[in-house]
């Protein structure tokens, strides 16, 4: 099937520093990618939906300066956490569906675990 | 976008069979039901999709009655390793299209 991939796959940082996470579609053009963000113990939360070329939709109460989000070809999205702080600490998962997904199959990523100190 | 409800939690044993149910009562004419697994710390996986009757494939069945207002994930002779958490979701199945996620089943699978 369909891969996709992130990286890094973990990260620590200080806070008040920049974190950019990578999402790519490894065999497939992904028109479409979304960004989801995990607490423990908690089920996905989408953050916002990327569009190839265009900017992203973000989801209510999503700041979308501080979770910036480019995806500047079809086979790669970012998401850069800007100004991190302890509490932006999660799992962000980014899924991709594309033009060869057919029934809408949604493609996940491994996820990203970010830690901010 | 079609809401679910799934049981928050099942025990099940090694071998058995298990069945998680999901309602999806305003399900739309277009929308088809996927079901993805979850491990901890890791990004959701797919695991059958299906639009009316029955859909198996080499991991599970799902069954969704005539009225698709729910469906019914099984999954033949469990193991250890089927411990994680299953969701079902329910969407149009377009490229655009996110999913939202309901809390899903946490499946504990016991020795």
């Known amino acids: 099937g369909a891969v996709v991939s992130q990286h890094p796959s973990w990260v620590i940082c200080k806070s008040g520093t920049s974190v950019k996470i990578e999402c790519r579609s490894l065999d497939f053009q992904a028109t479409t990618m979304f960004w989801y963000r995990q607490f423990p113990k908690q089920s996905l939360m989408l953050m916002a939906t990327?569009?190839?070329?265009?900017?992203?939709?973000?989801e209510q109460g999503v700041e979308k300066d501080k979770f910036l989000i480019n995806h500047a070809s079809l086979t790669l999205s970012t998401l850069t956490v800007t100004s991190a702080h302890p509490e932006d600490s999660s799992f962000y998962i980014c899924?991709?569906?594309?033009?060869?997904?057919?029934?809408?199959?949604?493609?996940f990523g491994e996820g990203s675990r970010l830690t901010v100190l | 976008l079609a809401k679910t409800t799934q049981p928050i939690s099942m025990d099940s044993y090694e071998g058995q069979e298990v069945n998680i149910t999901c309602s999806h009562n305003?399900?739309?004419?277009?929308?088809?039901i996927t079901w993805y697994q979850q491990f901890p710390s890791q990004g959701p996986r797919f695991i059958i999709q299906?639009?009316?009757t029955k859909v198996t494939n080499e991991v599970a069945s799902l069954f969704i009655p005539a009225d698709r207002k729910s469906s019914t994930l099984s999954l033949p002779r469990v193991s250890l390793s089927d411990t994680a958490v299953y969701y079902c979701l329910v969407g149009e199945g377009n490229y655009g299209q996110n999913f939202v996620f309901g809390p899903g089943t946490r499946l504990s699978v016991l020795p």
């Open positions: 899924s991709a569906g594309g033009m060869t997904s057919g029934t809408g199959e949604l493609f």
């Open positions: 299906g639009y009316k």
């Open positions: 990327s569009n190839e070329g265009s900017k992203a939709t973000y």
């Open positions: 305003n399900i739309a004419t277009n929308d088809y």
